[in-house]
């Protein structure tokens, strides 16, 4: 383990000792054999811990410790019915409420993306952020050409920061790898490489805004979600600008109420717009806590979403999302079977797998939620069984799906906080069957033979030339089929491993031999003494 990464653990404990959270010391197994050193360290001793509530602190503490802390810390703010309340409250002000940096910073990286001066690019320019989250803040602007706009600035020294705690989190899925009970399940390592590529991806703001606009026009005329308007012509890497908008933010209930919104059809309009993107578009905003969602209410009793913040977003090839659909339409008609078989063809679970025990678990555990409102449904009891049932069937994690899974959460837990009444399943099912319908249709099936058409035709043209190559190649013995088996690699690397430390194993062993000869022949021993120190040196490295 790295000096860094064992520098960056001690840090993590010592700012969570400052703040007074040591039990989340003495509960994690990871940190329980460092914690005696910040015990037994001065800067412990005499260090003032920050007073505040529980909530406060742990918020304080994951402020302190960075962008991904901060992420987490925005995750888990969207599921209040696993939280206490003081706590769920403290961890909403880190959707929009991050400490911001100085304005004069945000000044100077804005002129330096552009290369002149502020006041060139911008009519006005408020120095004092709108917003300031993880990774970057947000301020109010005016173009020259009168458009009232959002410029977004990332924050300096941002991706040292998240490659450093990246490192932190290879370190610690290697060693979950290594030595966790269900290390090969759960698939730590590739887990972590799918969350590195989405946060570094975030920090790319003509990225960005090239979401924005994608997602922009796959809801162009829709009645259920707005999406600003993005301005090309100031876009940069590290600073982007798109039309400011003016609603409500979707946490203040207060003021929805106030205005006389529609609160059920604006919940059941949140799950219709997940799923749209999930099955329809096949592209999906993937960083839906509520910082990131206002209200606009033109018309209160058809209120309309507006979404911001495209850092994340995300997509599944055909076969996970087929799955995935079939998955859901067999829960609604309650057919546990079909889900069961589901995984076992899709590959979630071993191929072994009896498909009649895991339709008796999956209905064990669906059928008391089955047409529930939320309200009525322990969302965490639910997980729990979810997770026992995976580790009994050996349900390998599926990292392509993380973020999909990640924004059904925040979207069943804003439901949650929005209408309580809410039926889940209800509301979403009806997309569903329209997607299975569509999926069928003639039309559909026409247009994808027409997208084909190109390929096949190529495929058929080229095909007499393969055929003919064949047969030349089988009349002239030449003749070759190539089959690759899975591992046959690896297997490979070892043997040749296996093999150079058996090499190394010989050598070192008669070096040794020789020393010891040396030593029991000669009136000089050091000679001796150096062979059976390279010897045994040499057979301690080849059993590593």
């Not at 209905?363 to 997770?387: A, D, W």
Request: glycine fraction near 6%; proline fraction near 5%.
């Amino acid at each position: 383990m790295r000096l860094r990464v064992i520098g960056r653990l001690l840090q993590i404990q010592r700012v969570l000792v400052r703040h007074g959270l040591d039990e989340i010391i003495l509960a994690a197994h990871l940190f329980r054999p460092l914690r005696f050193a910040f015990y037994l360290s001065p800067a412990t001793w005499f260090e003032r811990r920050k007073g505040g509530s529980r909530g406060e602190r742990i918020r304080l503490a994951l402020e302190e410790l960075g962008p991904i802390f901060v992420k987490f810390g925005q995750a888990l703010s969207t599921r209040r019915d696993l939280l206490p309340a003081d706590v769920a409250d403290e961890l909403e002000k880190l959707q929009d409420r991050v400490p911001p940096f100085p304005g004069a910073e945000a000044r100077a990286i804005v002129e330096g993306a552009y290369g002149r001066p502020v006041t060139e690019v911008f009519e006005q320019f408020d120095a004092t952020p709108l917003a300031a989250a993880s990774i970057a803040q947000v301020h109010a602007a005016r173009l020259r050409s009168g458009e009232d706009v959002v410029v977004k600035v990332v924050r300096p020294g941002v991706r040292a920061l998240i490659e450093r705690d990246l490192e932190v989190m290879h370190v610690l899925a290697r060693l979950v790898l290594d030595y966790a009970g269900d290390g090969h399940r759960l698939r730590p390592v590739e887990v972590v490489r799918e969350y590195e590529k989405t946060i570094l991806d975030e920090l790319d703001l003509m990225r960005e805004a090239a979401n924005a606009a994608q997602l922009k026009r796959n809801f162009a005329g829709s009645e259920l979600l707005y999406v600003p308007e993005v301005y090309w012509d100031y876009c940069r890497p590290a600073a982007m600008v798109m039309e400011r908008i003016h609603g409500v933010m979707i946490s203040d209930f207060d003021e929805l109420r106030r205005r006389g919104t529609n609160i059920q059809r604006l919940a059941e309009n949140g799950v219709t717009i997940f799923f749209t993107q999930m099955l329809r578009h096949n592209f999906f905003h993937a960083d839906m806590h509520p910082g990131n969602i206002f209200v606009l209410l033109g018309d209160p009793d058809r209120p309309k979403y507006c979404a911001v913040d495209f850092g994340i977003v995300g997509s599944l090839d055909a076969r996970d999302q087929h799955y995935l659909a079939e998955n859901f339409l067999a829960f609604f008609d309650r057919d546990y079977h079909r889900v069961a078989r589901l995984h076992v063809d899709s590959g979630w679970v071993p191929a072994d797998t009896r498909v009649d025990e895991l339709e008796a678990a999956v209905r064990t555990v669906c059928e008391p939620i089955f047409n529930k409102p939320l309200s009525e449904i322990s969302f965490g009891q639910v997980l729990l069984r979810l997770f026992e049932t995976a580790r009994r069937f050996q349900m390998n994690v599926q990292p392509q799906l993380i973020l999909l899974q990640k924004t059904l959460l925040q979207i069943e837990g804003l439901g949650r906080q929005l209408y309580p009444q809410l039926d889940l399943w209800e509301t979403a099912q009806p997309v569903l069957k329209e997607w299975a319908a569509d999926r069928l249709s003639g039309r559909n099936l026409a247009q994808q033979l027409r997208r084909q058409l190109p390929d096949l035709s190529e495929a058929v043209r080229t095909l007499p030339q393969i055929l003919q190559q064949a047969v030349q190649q089988a009349s002239e013995g030449n003749f070759r089929i190539k089959v690759e088996q899975p591992g046959i690699d690896e297997l490979r690397a070892e043997i040749r491993a296996s093999a150079r430390r058996r090499d190394a194993t010989v050598v070192g062993a008669v070096t040794l031999l020789g020393g010891l000869v040396w030593l029991a022949v000669s009136f000089n021993p050091w000679p001796g003494v150096v062979l059976c120190a390279a010897g045994a040196l040499a057979i301690m490295l080849a059993r590593k």
